[in-house]
């Protein structure tokens, strides 16, 4: 049996307002059945399996994985892991955050509902070694390098993900790509008090606009899209151990009572009416 081990490196002074912040890189042998979750992070977190098999759980789907496949974590999103009992996975990991890791993970064609690159070449991991060497060995430099490589892994899972590059985006698609992308921006923020003005500029669009825009694609405006996306994720989170006050904060919610009404007027249920019905 392989002696399982953990070890992290932590950058050393992230900035937190950087368009992308690389947070912390590691690697693992775990043991066997080894389980993470069901857990909520705030940041992305990426894992590339070195060896071994395992299973990732994601929006109610589940995905087995072994030797060469990442699996992504987004923010907010709800997600188990756990390794084989017999072949337990040995994988390494890259933690980020950012506007800019955002638009990176569009161009690669990773979202909630495809979360893995399946199959991708050496990249990932030589590049996840490389950052936690550089932030292991505490130069100032590393926070450059450490963009740098991740910028090499995505360009690794954008050609395994699209082989033959980018699909072509007509007129009407592009206005599509630009709500769909709006409405990921929302679903990543679920747990921060963000304003659709905050949306608009990082997205580089008038708020106007965008608001039309998205209407017209989606068929609401982005306040009732990031209202319903924060109530169902509390949906899930209220299946969980959690108490309420930390589902409230899950989602972005600081005070649990206006989170409670809320809750109600879109479910007709209090939180812990709605728990013990679906417990």
Known sequence: ????????????????????????????????????GPQVLDYYLVHTIIEGAGTYRCRDRVYELTAGDSFFIFPG??????????????????????????????????????????????????????????FRSGDWTSDWEAEGWLGLAFASWARTNRPQGPPAVSRAGAAARTADRAARWLESQLALPVTIAELAKDLGYHRTHLTKLFVREIGMSPVRYLQRARIERAKLLLREPFSVEQVAASVGYGDPLYFSKAFKKWTGMTPTEYRMRNR
């Open 1 to 36: 049996m392989k002696t399982p081990f953990s070890m992290t490196a932590v950058h050393p002074d992230p900035r937190e307002n950087d368009e992308l912040a690389v947070l912390f890189a590691g690697h693992s042998q775990t043991e066997p059945e080894h389980r993470m």
């Open 77 to 134: 999103e709800l997600h188990t892991y756990q390794s084989d009992a017999r072949d337990p996975w040995r994988y390494r990991w890259i933690a980020f955050r950012g506007a800019k890791a955002a638009k990176w993970l569009v161009g690669a064609g990773v979202s909630p509902e495809s979360p893995v690159v399946t199959g991708a070449d050496s990249v990932p991991a030589a590049s996840a070694q490389a950052i936690e060497e550089r």
